[in-house]
T-cell receptor, first 112, second 113 residues
């Protein structure tokens, strides 16, 4: 069984530029999460999807961050425009009805 | 965002030694989870605990769900070099936003051969 696939693995962009991350969850997992992990910290939730519906986006900075999960499968997280403080690892995870979280390898974003 | 209190922040031990780390919260959780994260990778689940007082082992790893449901610990026996990494605890409530994982800040483990 393929795990959670994220791309790209690394991204370096200049501040004020847009950036997008992609996640393909484990087949059959209806719940998809995007987490933010700053250096030396544990992951923190940005948004949770149940199928195609964003059911918890309270921690998503909506002025510059957006996400979508079309057809309830893969998902895209976008930042526009990126700021220096957005440099972090963006993790995607999926689960079946909230149990058995599996994380992807993450996208390491560096904003210069 | 909310994070759990995890200690110690880092540990430097000799190969073969036992390791103990713990996690506390001001909130009650229904599930406690322990993850390991290697550099450049996402967290990988080590042990999941679903019941207060539960003691669960996975090879050389043993974890317990505290009776108060506000704490958990992880022990690693006879450490080996491949145990090096960052260990995270995570608590999970029940249903809705409480089902989201809340993580600790991690314990960085270094093992000297």
């Amino acid at each position: 069984e393929a795990g959670v696939v994220q791309s790209p693995r690394y991204k370096i962009i200049e501040k004020k530029q847009p950036v997008a991350f992609w996640c393909n969850p484990i087949s059959g997992h209806n719940t998809l999460y995007w987490y933010l992990q700053n250096l030396g910290q544990g992951p923190e939730l940005l948004i949770r999807y149940e199928n195609e519906e964003a059911v918890d986006d309270s921690q998503l900075p909506k002025d510059r961050f957006s996400a979508e999960r079309l057809k309830g499968v893969d998902s895209t997280l976008k930042i526009q425009p990126a700021e220096l403080g957005d440099s972090a690892v963006y993790l995607c995870a999926s689960s079946s009805s909230g149990y058995g979280y599996t994380f992807g390898s993450g996208t390491r974003l560096t904003v210069v | 965002g909310q994070q759990l209190n995890q200690s110690p922040q880092s540990m430097f031990i000799q190969e073969g030694e036992d390791v103990s780390m713990n996690c506390t919260s001001s909130s009650i959780f229904n599930t406690w989870l322990w993850y390991k994260q290697d550099p450049g990778e996402g967290p990988v689940l080590l042990i999941a605990l679903y019941k207060a007082g539960e003691l669960t082992s996975n090879g050389r790893l043993t974890a317990q769900f505290g009776i108060t449901r506000k704490d958990s610990f992880l022990n690693i026996s006879a450490s080996i070099p491949s145990d090096v990494g960052i260990y995270f605890c995570a608590g999970q409530g029940r249903g809705g936003s409480q089902g989201n994982l809340i993580f600790g800040k991690g314990t960085k483990l270094s093992v000297k051969p």
